[in-house]
């Protein structure tokens, strides 16, 4: 079931957009209150009418993820023409932007508690994950690490790092490190440049003490196993195009709501 609520205001950029809200099948039937994930581009969803280049087929994904026991709301944040601005942390030489602060603190500020209010969410940060890919996995692994007290996990999809000369890895490298779980892909024919960039950021996140792995229980260990908090993904043949996305996005959705 999906509420579409038109013109929202966001007094952080003086500008309105359309945001899509995504309930549960089991929403209605029952008093269960869910995890949110915030998916930025959500024109792109689900809806071949405002998509830019064919959807992400989100309700489908929804449906396979809910038969493994798997619900959360999804919040499809429409673009703006100022996307490129919005979504960056920095401004680029070539291309401007940096305003990202602006966008996070609407998402964080203004859109999150009005739809803590209108809908059962669990609204502490551990229950709540920005999502987004290209300029939104930019925007949403800056999000993780700059606001911290809203966003507890954060699914980065074929990252534009490159924006901004790189800097957000440098913002990233000094920043504390926040309780939660990342997910992070890519698709090996993005090109160089994208594939090594998130090849980098993986390896940074590692080093800031993301666990890719479980540890094992050896037996007669009291120690219990830990659950990961980093997935990296390199999509084989992988494009930066809203198929790959499409492809990938279930198994974003299942680690971070997990």
């Known amino acids: 079931m999906k509420r579409t609520f038109t013109n ?39 809806d071949p009418e405002t998509a830019f280049a064919g959807t992400w087929e989100l309700e489908r994904g929804l449906a396979r993820l809910a038969d493994r026991g ?33 966008y996070l603190a609407f998402l964080a500020d203004t859109l999150k508690p009005r739809v803590d209010r209108l809908f059962r969410t669990r609204p502490e940060r551990e229950s709540t994950s920005i999502l987004g890919s290209s300029m939104g996995g930019l925007a949403s692994v800056y999000a993780y690490f700059r606001y911290p007290r809203a966003f507890g996990n954060a699914g980065v999809m074929s990252p534009s790092i490159w924006f901004g000369q790189g800097r957000v890895i440098d913002f990233i490298r000094e920043a504390r490190t926040p309780r939660g779980r990342i997910y992070l892909d890519v698709g090996t024919n993005e090109g160089a440049g994208t594939l090594r960039d998130a090849r980098r950021l993986g390896r940074l996140l590692v080093r800031k003490g ?42 974003a959705l299942e680690f971070l709501l997990r």
Do not use: C, M
């Open 8 to 46: 929202v205001w966001s007094q952080q950029l003086r500008n309105r957009r359309t945001v899509d809200v995504y309930l549960p099948a089991s929403y209605s039937g029952s008093r269960h209150r869910y995890p949110v994930v915030y998916i930025s581009d959500g024109q792109n969803l689900s």
């Open 70 to 102: 798997i619900e959360a709301i999804v919040v499809g944040v429409h673009n703006t023409p100022a996307r490129l601005a919005e979504y960056s942390p920095f401004p680029d030489l070539r291309h401007g932007g940096g305003e990202a602060d602006a």
């Open 210 to 251: 993301f666990r890719r792995h479980r540890v094992v229980k050896f037996p007669g260990s009291r120690r219990a196993a830990e659950r990961p908090t980093l997935k990296y993904l390199e999509q084989p043949g992988g494009r930066h195009a809203e198929s790959n996305w499409a492809e990938r996005l279930p198994g």
